[in-house]
């Protein structure tokens, strides 16, 4: 199982990017994937999940800006991420669990993770 992410970069705050996590050895519709995101002296935390079914769910801190979404063709995991702002500073992470619902999954059930990409806001 390998996970690839990609798209990230520097941007002006009220900017748009979207990451891409491209996934191998691994079927994106059967499980619960993530995304995650850490900044220097911050613990790591969960931007937005998606279950097997589709459904998503995502932190406050992000609701209505940022976007997850899966292309079952492509096996590939999205966020699309708008409106950004210099606090969505960070390193993100994809990662696939072994689970098909997300739902007060612990980190330690994400069992795959990627390398991560940087995306830096500047105000």
């Known amino acids: 199982v390998q996970l690839v992410e990609s798209g990230g970069g520097s941007v002006q705050a009220g900017g748009s990017l979207r990451l891409s996590c491209a996934n191998s050895?691994?079927?994106?519709?059967?499980?619960?994937l993530g995304w995650f995101r850490q900044s220097p002296g911050k613990e790591r935390e969960k931007v937005a999940d998606?279950?097997?079914?589709?459904?998503?769910k995502y932190a406050d801190s992000v609701k209505g800006r940022f976007a997850i979404s899966r292309d079952n063709a492509e096996n590939t995991l999205y966020l699309q991420m708008n409106s950004l702002k210099p606090e969505d500073t960070a390193m993100y992470y994809c990662?696939?669990?072994?689970?098909?619902?997300?739902?007060?999954?612990?980190?330690?059930?994400?069992?795959?993770w990627g390398q991560g990409t940087q995306v830096t806001v500047s105000s």
């Open positions: 990662a696939a669990s072994g689970f098909n619902a997300c739902w007060r999954l612990p980190f330690g059930d994400y069992h795959y």
């Open positions: 050895g691994y079927t994106v519709t059967n499980y619960c």
């Open positions: 998606i279950d097997s079914d589709g459904t998503t």
